[in-house]
């Protein structure tokens, strides 16, 4: 019996052996689980600025294309005094109308909109459009317009890389109801001198402008662009060009 309950308390005495993992393996999983963090995180961050600089591309466009539905369905509700500086007419009965909009840029970061206006006259002897334009002596309105700021930090650049300058009429005829662009797309013109646009025809309206999206280091690679086509009529006309090298209306078109 003595015997027998010594081997038993020997046997109940003997080390466990457990199995474990050494100070290198332990130190080899957590670098191993840092890497894949890491590559985790930094695949997100380019996602989520790769999203984000496409929707700063597409929301130039969309802001582009509302000037358009906005000149297609304006309503005239501008006084007499917004013209000819006499307010003897109600809202809404005044000789002054509401002809389009009037489009540049500020600097490469920000674009400015205002109301394009004129005095309506005898167009009786105008043969086409623009020169019913001409004679509403057309004008950009004094009343405070609207700024839009390129989203995310990126900015508008020509396809050489430096910074795109522009000015363009959007406007409406008052006899056809046709809605005409005028582009100049090296040039602010200055407000007091949209009428130049006009004077400026055929070449400002055969004029495209592409407006190159630059991120400012948001993402690498190649950039997308948005496109105003020449004399276009609808919101259709202003496009966006991809992520790589497009050709259009047999133009190659690459953005630095």
Avoid: H
């Amino acid at each position: 019996m003595r015997l027998s309950c010594l081997c038993y308390n020997y046997e109940q005495m003997k080390p466990l052996n457990i199995a474990g993992f050494t100070i290198v393996e332990t130190m080899l999983f957590l670098g191993i689980s840092g890497l894949l963090a890491v590559g985790v995180l930094v695949g997100s961050g380019v996602s989520i600025n790769t999203q984000r600089y496409r929707d700063s591309v597409t929301s130039l466009q969309s802001f582009l294309q509302q000037q358009y539905s906005d000149v297609s369905n304006v309503s005239n509700d501008a006084t007499s005094s917004t013209c000819n500086g006499v307010d003897n007419n109600p809202r809404g009965q005044s000789d002054c109308v509401i002809l389009g909009r009037y489009i540049t840029t500020i600097d490469s970061k920000k674009i400015l909109v205002k109301s394009v206006i004129g005095s309506t006259s005898d167009t009786t002897l105008a043969t086409n459009d623009v020169e019913v334009l001409k004679q509403f002596n057309i004008k950009v309105s004094p009343s405070v317009g609207d700024t839009y700021d390129v989203q995310w930090g990126s900015s508008i650049n020509r396809t050489d890389g430096s910074d795109m300058v522009f000015s363009m009429l959007v406007l409406r005829s008052p006899s056809s109801g046709a809605i005409r662009t005028f582009v100049n797309n090296t040039t602010s013109i200055p407000e007091s001198g949209i009428v130049s646009l006009l004077s400026a025809v055929p070449s400002a309206l055969t004029q495209s402008a592409e407006l190159c999206v630059n991120s400012n280091g948001l993402l690498t690679g190649s950039k997308m662009a948005v496109f105003i086509d020449k004399n276009t009529t609808s919101s259709s006309g202003v496009s966006t060009l991809g992520e790589q090298n497009q050709v259009l209306l047999g133009a190659s078109y690459i953005c630095r």
